[in-house]
């Protein structure tokens, strides 16, 4: 069946580093990706999408590219903040109204 | 109100007792969806509705969770007969239904169940 894997947690980086989560997923067809954010005692909030292989979903100076030959949706930031401190959600959607969301990965950036 | 609204936001109640949480959705969103989210774990899909249906129950965990919606709107999630490993925050997410390839969910904050 349809899944999502996530690299596991927690990350642990200094300010201004470099970060990737990696997220692969498992489909038949071509799913739309998605990656989402959890703040602290907040409900996650939509950080990015991407809908067709090469697509690449950004926003916030988060980028992440839809590679169909490696089935994978990995998220990459250049320079992180403290701010950015939150767990990150790869999810999967196949046109149903079904989304499959990895477990989560908890990333900690310290000053 | 702009976002998905969820009530309470904290809720602490006693083994055996019933509990019933809230969600109201953004407006005009005909899907909802509501989520358990365990500590340490990712999310677990309970129910998913289009309109005031729920095609999709698979995902309760027991006859002791039910829900519905009404008016194509608010929903309530019930509990009854609370054991401790209910102890989580339920979560809740609208979206615009239809094909969700193109229809992205807007999630609430949240209500974080303590059962003593």
């Known amino acids: 069946g349809n899944s999502v894997t996530q690299m596991e947690g927690p990350v642990t980086l200094s300010e201004e580093a470099f970060l990737t989560i990696n997220c692969t997923y498992t489909a038949t067809g071509y799913p739309s990706l998605f990656w989402y954010v959890q703040y602290p005692g907040e409900g996650l909030q939509l950080l990015l999408k991407a809908t067709k292989a090469d697509d690449k979903g950004s926003n916030k100076g988060f980028e992440a590219t839809y590679r169909k030959e490696t089935t994978s949706f990995h998220l990459e930031k250049g320079s992180v903040q403290v701010s950015d401190s939150a767990v990150y959600f790869c999810a999967q959607t196949s046109g149903t109204y079904k989304y499959i969301f990895g477990t989560g990965t908890r990333l900690k950036v310290l000053a | 109100g702009a976002g998905v609204s969820q009530s309470p936001s904290n809720k602490v109640t006693e083994k055996g007792k019933d509990v019933e949480l809230r969600c109201d959705p953004i407006s005009g969103h005909t899907a909802l969806y509501w989520y358990r989210q365990s500590l340490g774990q990712g999310l677990e899909f309970l129910i998913y509705?289009?309109?005031?249906?729920?095609?999709?129950k698979s995902g309760l965990p027991s006859d002791r969770f039910s829900a519905e919606r009404t008016g194509g709107s608010v929903s309530t999630l019930t509990i009854q007969r609370t054991q401790q490993e209910d102890s989580a925050v339920y979560l809740c997410?609208?979206?615009?239904?239809?094909?969700?390839?193109?229809?992205?969910?807007?999630f609430g904050d949240g209500t974080r169940l303590s059962i003593l």
């Open positions: 509705f289009q309109g005031n249906s729920a095609p999709d």
């Open positions: 997410a609208s979206s615009l239904g239809g094909q969700a390839l193109s229809s992205p969910q807007h």
